[in-house]
């Protein structure tokens, strides 16, 4: 049988795997704020120019959040089910 072999070399002396992953996290989180202070800004832009579709908005989404929240509980009937 053949022997695989790999010319592929890493540095050595760089940063650790653990301090990278953590730039890439710091990096998501900036990239994060970044996209969360653009929303804003739109956001509030659409606010002031159409302040009727946002009370529209707001209403409709409460509605759907009410029907999920506080659906009312199910009553669950075991009085056909036999226990052993």
Same mark, same amino acid.
């Given at each position: 049988?053949?022997? *695989? @072999?790999?010319?592929?070399?890493?540095?050595?002396?760089?940063?650790?795997? =653990?301090?990278?992953?953590?730039?890439? %996290?710091?990096?998501?989180?900036?990239?994060? &704020?970044?996209? *969360? $202070?653009? *929303?804003?800004? @739109?956001?509030? /832009?659409?606010? +002031?120019?159409?302040? /009727?579709? !946002? =009370? !529209? *908005? /707001?209403?409709?989404?409460? %509605? =759907? !959040?009410?029907?999920? !929240? %506080?659906?009312?509980? &199910?009553? =669950? $009937?075991?009085? /056909?089910? +036999?226990? $052993?």
């Amino acid at each position: 049988m053949a022997e *695989a @072999r790999s010319n592929t070399q890493l540095p050595i002396g760089t940063k650790s795997v =653990i301090e990278e992953e953590i730039e890439a %996290f710091q990096q998501g989180i900036e990239i994060g &704020r970044q996209y *969360a $202070d653009v *929303a804003r800004r @739109r956001v509030a /832009g659409w606010a +002031e120019e159409h302040p /009727g579709q !946002l =009370i !529209l *908005a /707001g209403l409709v989404g409460g %509605f =759907i !959040l009410g029907k999920l !929240l %506080f659906r009312p509980r &199910r009553k =669950i $009937d075991l009085s /056909g089910v +036999e226990l $052993d």
